[in-house]
């Protein structure tokens, strides 16, 4: 089954303790990106890649850090967690050369991953 | 962002039409998604429109002008199970990565 994976779903921690979101894909698909969605304020990118080794930082890029070894996983890293972080995150994957249309860019979600940081 | 804008809420009633509105800023324009998500739930892909005028897939239509930045969903027979937040996302520049608008949540009431 074509899916996006994310681990773990549900994360509480406390400040200042590194932790990792992953993220996997079996789609061989070339983007992947991480968002947060908080309410009132949406989806908003955090970094994402276009494909192995190449990642650019989004929209909300502070405090994250990611990297992209291999084509499939794309973890999520915070080094030193704080409050204003916790929030719902989702890894998306899409691949728009698959469609024929470049900026035909369908993003697929994992199931999300909602962080607490006490 | 990109000033995406679209309605923070909407009701509306089973069995009625809803259309869904959404202004982007027109530079750099590449193509507009519409997104369903349900409460809890991560965001399925509903259209897609690059050209103008109307797509039409079942029950949701979504429409599209170029030179206005204007896109709406259009919701017809609405059921229950459409209660869910609607996301209008566009395509900008060079990197081919959409960003989002705050969605539009509708409610769907007997």
């Known amino acids: 089954e074509a899916q996006v994976t994310q681990n773990p779903r549900y994360l509480i921690t406390v400040t200042g303790k590194k932790l990792t979101v992953t993220c996997s894909q079996n789609?061989?698909?070339?983007?992947m990106s991480w968002y947060r969605q908080d309410p009132g304020l949406g989806l908003r990118q955090i970094y994402y890649?276009?494909?192995?080794?190449?990642?650019d930082k989004g929209d909300v890029p502070e405090g994250y850090k990611v990297s992209r070894k291999e084509k499939r996983n794309f973890p999520l890293i915070l080094e030193s967690p704080s409050p204003n972080q916790t929030s719902l995150y989702f890894c998306?994957?899409?691949?728009?050369?698959?469609?024929?249309?470049?900026?035909?860019?369908?993003?697929?979600f994992g199931a999300g991953t909602r962080l607490s940081v006490l | 962002g990109q000033n995406i804008d679209q309605p923070t809420e909407m009701t509306a009633t089973e069995g009625a039409i809803v259309q869904i509105n959404c202004t982007y800023q027109?530079?750099?324009?590449?193509?507009l998604f519409w997104y369903q998500q349900h409460a809890g739930e991560a965001p399925t892909f509903l259209s897609y429109?690059?050209?103008?005028g109307l797509e039409e897939k079942g029950r949701f239509s979504s429409f599209l002008s170029r030179s206005k930045g204007y896109s709406y969903l259009l919701l017809k027979e609405l059921q229950m199970k459409d209660s869910a937040s609607y996301l209008c996302?566009?395509?900008?520049?060079?990197?081919?990565?959409?960003?989002f608008g705050r969605g539009t949540s509708l409610i769907v009431h007997p």
């Open positions: 998306a994957s899409s691949s728009p050369q698959a469609t024929g249309d470049l900026a035909k860019n369908i993003q697929y």
């Open positions: 789609m061989n698909h070339e983007y």
């Open positions: 890649s276009m494909n192995v080794e190449v990642t």
């Open positions: 027109t530079s750099g324009f590449n193509g």
């Open positions: 429109n690059v050209l103008d």
């Open positions: 996302a566009v395509s900008l520049g060079g990197s081919y990565i959409p960003t």
